[in-house]
């Protein structure tokens, strides 16, 4: 029978909230006028809002990026105090500000006390646990280390929110400066450069190449601003939609590797994930080819999960890890040399963790120096473009000023 979260007052108009099941929202409106309650709001306990007297409310706001680190340190820490994870859950959800992810942690509860495992209820909500989140989970459950994979877990989310930190700032400066040219050009494009084309065709004179390209281009931005706009926005939608794809995000996930600078972080980045994931579901115990497709999933990145998971092949014919993992042509020498020395040494997982810490401290240094790496492309293309407008607006103004002088 569905649950419903209510919101009533008593008959002193003390408010008062809690949980009861009906099979509607009527039923349960009835129930509580009968216990002598007034009802204000009824709602689905994991739902959306069937309001009697409340006002209509915003959709809850998606838990950010700290509150999911934050959320991951907690589980982490009743795990090892021995709380279980059902009363666990319960307290987090009481205690966090957020709605949204309260009520996904109630449905988790219910997903648990149904007979799911946790892995299994928190995919339920992509939207909330990442593949990474719910890989890591299901490492843990399947080698009875879940509190070891929480605090993997969260170890990575906060390391990657400090990534990401780092990266914003970095380009902030990039970036305010692609805006504020882009923003130039286009002033200069809609309302400069035709006063010059109106000029050059007074005295009718013979323009250089790159002077009739600018005015043409000018003219079609001047004219149908509004749809390359338009444009723009189609095909940024209309990416993001093909990229939300298996083959879309297949595909941008292997171009994505190939980035100058970027490619290469990517790169390291994953295989610190999976180095680190797979060490430890081999030091846990996990079959191989169980751990190979559970960690494929904690690579963050479609077309290197797909050939973690091409490696069970070569594994089941009976080859080592290291010549499975060098014929994928996706891990680095390092890595394959790693494994290699683990499998002769007995040490694969202890190997791995060597790999994971060598690139994790790889791609801290790299990031931090990404702006560093980026600027100076950027004002060598700057200066190309503003030297391509130059010789296009003043070649034609030297021959302007050479018919003055005769």
């Known amino acids: ?72 340190r907690q589980l982490y820490a009743l795990t090892r105090a021995g709380v279980p994870i059902i009363r666990g859950l319960n307290q987090l959800a009481d205690s966090t500000r957020n709605a949204r992810l309260a009520s996904t942690l109630r ?29 890591m ?67 009718d004179l013979d323009l250089p190449l790159a002077t009739r390209i600018i005015i043409g281009v000018s003219n079609v931005v001047a004219a149908w601003w509004w749809l390359l706009l338009g444009l723009v ?9 093909w990229t939300g794809r298996d083959d879309g995000r297949l595909w941008w996930d292997r171009q994505r590797l ?4 970027i490619g290469d972080i990517v790169l390291r980045a994953s295989l610190s994930r999976f180095a680190r ?25 479609a077309f290197i999960a797909g050939r973690i998971l091409g490696m069970r092949e070569g594994i089941e014919r009976g080859e080592t890890i290291a010549r499975t993992a060098a014929a994928s042509r996706v891990f680095t020498p390092l890595v394959v040399q790693m494994i290699t020395v683990g499998e002769e040494t007995g040490q694969v997982d202890d190997m791995l963790d060597e790999v994971a810490e060598f690139y994790e401290s790889e791609v801290d240094y790299d990031v931090r120096r990404l702006g560093e790496t ?10 190309v473009i503003v030297f391509i407008l130059a010789l296009g607006v003043f070649l034609p103004m030297w021959d302007l000023t050479q018919i003055a002088g005769r």
């Open 137 to 203: 989970v299901q490492v843990g459950e399947t080698s009875g280390r879940l509190e070891e994979a929480l605090l993997r877990v969260f170890r990575y989310l906060e390391r990657e929110r400090q990534t990401v930190n780092l990266i914003r700032t970095a380009l902030r400066y990039p970036a305010f400066v692609v805006v504020a040219i882009a923003v130039a050009i286009f002033i200069l494009m809609a309302y400069v450069i035709p006063v010059f084309a109106q000029v050059f065709e007074r005295f």
């Open 258 to 261: 190939r980035f100058p600078v």
């Open 107 to 135: 449905e988790v509860v219910d997903d648990l006390e149904s007979g799911r495992d946790l892995a299994g209820a928190m995919a339920r909500h992509p939207d909330i646990f990442s593949p990474l989140f719910v890989s």
């Open 1 to 72: 029978m569905p649950r419903y979260a209510y919101r009533a007052r008593n008959a002193r108009g003390q408010s008062m909230e809690g949980v009861v099941e009906g099979p509607n929202d009527a039923a349960v409106a009835e129930q509580l006028a009968g216990d002598g309650l007034i009802p204000v709001e009824i709602r689905p306990a994991g739902g959306g809002v069937l309001s009697l007297n409340a006002p209509l409310r915003l959709p809850a706001r998606r838990p950010s990026s700290a509150e999911i680190t934050l959320l991951a």
């Open 233 to 241: 926005a189609g095909a940024w939608f209309g990416f993001r939609h």
């Open 277 to 301: 994931a797979f060490a430890m579901a081999s030091r846990s115990g996990v079959p191989l080819l169980q751990a190979l497709n559970v960690v494929s999933r904690t690579a963050d990145n």
């Open 374 to 383: 980026i600027q100076p492309v950027l004002v060598v293309a700057v200066g």
